[in-house]
């Protein structure tokens, strides 16, 4: 499954009569607030919140997680470094509305050996994750074979190779069991280095289903 990154509203229209069923809100992006948003969603679109460090303070950042959680959100990513009792408080209001929680890893720099990907895994697992997300910088063929192994761990999980290099990940990783795989409407508004738009990844599925 391809899931849509938005980071303003007006890309929203933008995934109509597409073949996608679910988008990543960037609510650190986006500027309006969850309240205003979340009707001009697709009513068969499913959601997931995130609020990335950086463009809010924290108490604000949590407060529109635990915002989209009541409006509807399907799901909401937090970074596994977010501390346990937000962690907690965040899981408990997900759980009693009927949506999951995601521990995300996130290095822009490098990825970590094949241990220390394992050990991070299993952290955001022992950490309450529904599912884990590990997504590093690529830089050589062995970073995809260590990021591409966790999927032969137990688990619901997305793992993805950023920057050029990491974009195979990207499309190889729904067929090694990733619950999603993420895109952009279009190569401005891409949210992680290396995404590819929705275009050219229903283009690619779309070739490799006919051969």
């Known amino acids: 499954m391809i899931c849509v990154s938005i980071r303003s509203s007006g890309q929203l229209s933008l995934i109509e009569g597409k073949d996608i069923k679910l988008v990543e809100l960037r609510l650190d992006l986006i500027e309006e607030p969850p309240g205003r948003l979340f009707p001009q969603i697709d009513v068969n679109l499913q959601t997931i919140a995130t609020c990335r460090p950086g463009n809010s303070k924290e108490h604000e950042r949590f407060g529109l997680l635990q915002e989209a959680i009541t409006l509807g959100a399907d ?8 501390p346990p009792g937000v962690i907690s408080r965040l899981k408990k209001h997900a759980r009693e509305n009927n949506c999951q929680l995601i521990l ?3 290095d822009f720099k490098k990825t970590p050996g094949k241990a220390d990907l394992q ?3 299993g952290d955001c697992y022992a950490k309450g994750a529904d599912i884990a997300k590990i997504a590093c910088m690529v830089h050589k063929k062995d970073d995809i074979l260590n990021l591409m192994s ?4 137990p688990g619901r999980k ?3 190779g950023m920057g050029k290099m990491g974009a195979i990940t990207r499309i190889v990783a729904p067929f090694l069991g990733s619950e999603f795989t993420y895109a952009s409407t279009s190569g401005e508004e891409e949210t992680a280095p290396g995404q590819l738009t929705v275009d050219e990844l229903l283009t690619i599925f779309n070739i490799l289903k006919q051969s």
């Open 75 to 82: 799901f909401i990513d937090l970074e596994i470094e977010t």
């Open 104 to 106: 995300s890893w996130h």
């Open 119 to 121: 050990s991070i895994i």
């Open 150 to 153: 966790l999927y032969e761990l």
């Open 158 to 160: 997305v793992v993805l």
